[in-house]
């Protein structure tokens, strides 16, 4: 069985300050893992990856991502948030082996204010 | 690049109305298509997934059906509304990289 929490229903920062989400994930062979960003009333938007390789993931719009397989972890970062960047972010798990459901966080509201 | 349609945008129906939300997929061949319901802004709900034609697996029991009639065309469906049913649907396939393109989602409001 694969699951994924999120363990921050909401955070809240201030424009220019970094940013972080966190994601802990439990799969039975090797994770796939995802980050996705939802705005209201959209759907959801791929943001970065990691399947394999290195364990710092670059994705779109600054947002970077952090493997670490020791601690199950799969952190959202950006060193410097945005205003725009307020909105929902689900994190996302499926084992390298199985089917290809994806299994998804909860979710986390991020809030950047001015 | 694959895309994935979904309509209506939004909808308003009727506690016991029937419902049809629509999703079409382009950009790819014998996709692996999935239905999702998102309540309160939330968590997603996987409802249904198709891998072909006529294969549908469901992961919940509820008062929805779905259906895949063409390859890239996959339907979710109800004889009977219920107030429970409103949520934000979402159609996903999977894209580039094992992770899933989303479907720009339907709002439905059961009244």
């Known amino acids: 069985a694969q699951s994924v929490a999120q363990p921050e229903d909401q955070v809240n920062v201030a424009e220019g300050n970094p940013l972080t989400v966190k994601c802990t994930y439990s799969?039975?062979?090797?994770?796939?893992l995802f980050w996705y960003v939802q705005y209201p009333n959209r759907g959801l938007q791929f943001l970065l990856k990691y399947i394999t390789g290195d364990n710092l993931v670059k994705g779109s719009y600054g947002f970077e991502a952090e493997f670490n397989k020791s601690q199950t972890s799969f952190h959202l970062k950006k060193p410097s948030a945005l205003v725009s960047d307020s909105a929902l972010y689900f994190c996302a798990v499926r084992d390298s082996v199985g089917d290809y459901k994806l299994s998804f966080g909860a979710g986390t509201t991020v809030t950047v204010r001015a | 690049s694959q895309t994935i349609h979904q309509w209506p945008a939004t909808l308003v129906q009727p506690v016991g109305s029937p419902l049809s939300l629509e999703c079409t997929v382009e950009g790819t061949s014998n996709p692996n298509l999935y239905w999702y319901r998102q309540a309160a802004g939330r968590g997603l709900q996987l409802l249904f997934y198709?891998?072909?034609?006529?294969?549908i697996s469901s992961e919940v029991p509820q008062n929805l059906s779905a259906s895949r009639p063409q390859d890239r065309q996959f339907i979710l469906s109800s004889k009977k509304l219920l107030l429970s049913d409103s949520g934000f649907y979402l159609c996903a396939t999977e894209g580039q990289g094992s992770g899933y393109t989303f479907g720009s989602g339907t709002r439905l409001t059961v009244v």
């Open positions: 198709s891998v072909g034609i006529g294969q």
């Open positions: 799969v039975s062979g090797n994770p796939y």
